[in-house]
């Protein structure tokens, strides 16, 4: 009988366990290849889903437009502004004017996106930067080719270029490149949102930054915050440092740009000296040597329910004679900050009270008559003008308790730096007649049109 040596047996024996695993993998095998079809048409059946909602989004974009004259204005309105941006954009890229590239690629809708798919924006953006007649190779070619073309361009030659231009901080800390983050390019906003990343990411290199930005070497952004904002953000971790530096160059900005000179604040917020809102007003220097321990000081100071509007014409009179002012260096506008009504704020003084009584020039406008006296006084002293006062309501409010006439007074409600910008570019219109006019004089009013 044949001897089968050890080896042979183990062989034969492994050989018959491999084909024992075989047919038990089988159905495991057999499974998986299963389980990765279904996975697949799935995966198909969700595209094709997915393509017929982006469709179904596309043909209510465009019903919508076609049909909806109001929102095909403020579409158009969009899209023209985009493309006229990037447009001045890419020609300041080109010509190494980059300090003059605006944000208009960073806030651009993202090609692609959810919002562009629901509304065709980066298509009407492309189709004014890139007309069919801009360029011999669009000539012919189908709608959709064109549209996908221009689409392209528009991220690759448009959007791109200008991100890398505009050394947004949000690419860098993506890639987390901190060290390379040029801060003197951060946004107001920016700046302000992220300055603790910074700290905590890159602390030398931004204290280093923010002590050249007070030796004059580096500037900080500030055009986008509101003064309330800055001062919001005293408390925050950084010490208050940024805002402290914001705040400078907002003042700095505000005063570049604006006409307005000799004017004092009865509120509790001026740059160097204000006038306390109560019934014995009081004339204040502003301390403090930073923006903290200014607004400290301004928070501590008396207030009342209303103020005494002669009381602070009488100080400032005062002052005046006093200090041998003369015509030029008066005061001439007196901007006052409340979340009252004129008429809510206006307490007459008792003086007033006894010289009119009885009195047929005292009337129910208590404005009118009071103003009549300060007149009278400043004319006394010298002085042929008087301080105008601009009573700004800083709480939203439709009632218009000062008539557009009303003399030496004008009011505005609500708050906003757009108000703020007004009267600072308008220099310093009283009249609201005036000031309506500086508000709607803009750009983006000459397109609309009066229907009687």
């Known amino acids: 009988m044949m001897q089968h040596s050890p080896r042979t047996r183990f062989d034969r ?18 499974k998986i290849v299963k ?89 009407s953006i492309a189709r004014k930067l890139f007309p069919r007649e801009s360029d011999p190779e669009y000539e012919g070619i189908e709608e959709a080719h064109y549209v996908y073309r ?33 801060y003197n390019r951060v946004a107001s906003v920016a700046m302000k949102t992220y300055k603790e990343l910074f700290l905590k990411h890159d602390n ?3 204290k280093e930054y923010l002590e050249n930005v007070k030796s004059g ?22 010490g208050g440092e940024v805002a402290e530096l914001q705040w400078k160059r907002m003042v700095e900005d505000l005063a570049k740009e604006g006409k307005l000179t000799n004017c ?27 923006l903290l321990e200014k607004t400290q000081f301004v928070r501590k100071m008396e207030w009342g329910m209303n103020t005494d509007f002669q009381k602070v014409f009488d100080r400032i009179l005062e002052v005046a004679v006093e200090g041998k002012l003369s015509e030029d260096q008066m005061i001439k506008r007196i901007f006052v900050f409340s979340d009252m009504e004129f008429d809510q704020a206006s307490a007459r003084s008792e003086d007033i009270e006894e010289a009119y009584e009885g009195s047929e020039d005292i009337d129910e406008n208590n404005w009118e ?48 730096k ?14 609201p007649e005036d000031v309506m006019e500086i508000a709607i004089s803009g750009d983006g009013y000459k397109k609309l049109v009066l229907v009687d």
């Open 150 to 182: 221009i689409r392209d361009r528009l991220r690759k030659q448009v959007l791109v270029p200008l991100h890398k231009a505009l050394e947004l901080p949000e690419v860098f800390m993506s890639a987390n490149e901190w060290n390379s983050l040029p």
């Open 13 to 30: 024996k492994h050989c018959r366990v491999i084909r024992v695993i075989k047919r038990e993998n089988r159905p495991k095998k057999e």
């Open 264 to 290: 004092i604040a009865i509120c509790d917020v001026s740059g160097s000296k204000v006038i306390t809102f109560s019934a014995n007003p009081e004339l204040h220097k502003v301390e403090g040597d930073t």
């Open 35 to 123: 389980t990765l079809q279904e996975f697949n048409e799935e995966k198909e059946k969700a595209r094709v889903l997915r393509k017929e909602r982006e469709l179904a989004k596309a043909k209510k974009a465009l019903d919508k437009y076609n049909l909806d004259l109001n929102y095909r204005f403020l579409h158009d309105q969009i899209s023209d502004l985009f493309a006229e941006l990037l447009k001045s954009d890419i020609g300041n890229l080109n010509s190494g004017k980059h300090n003059k590239i605006s944000l208009a690629a960073k806030w651009c809708p993202t090609i692609d996106s959810s919002y562009d798919k629901s509304t065709l924006i980066c298509e």
């Open 204 to 206: 030398d290199r931004f």
């Open 369 to 416: 008559t009071d103003y009549k006296v300060i007149m009278r006084k400043f004319r006394e002293k010298g002085y042929s003008k008087v301080p105008e006062i601009v009573f700004w309501n800083l709480r939203n409010s439709s009632s218009t308790p000062v008539a557009a006439k009303q003399s030496g007074v004008a009011l505005v409600s609500g708050f906003s």
């Open 418 to 431: 757009n108000l703020l910008t007004i009267f600072l570019e308008g220099g310093g219109a009283v009249n």
């Open 217 to 238: 070497k580096a500037k900080i952004a500030a055009g986008a915050l509101l003064p309330h904002e800055i001062i919001g953000a005293l408390d925050d971790d950084d």
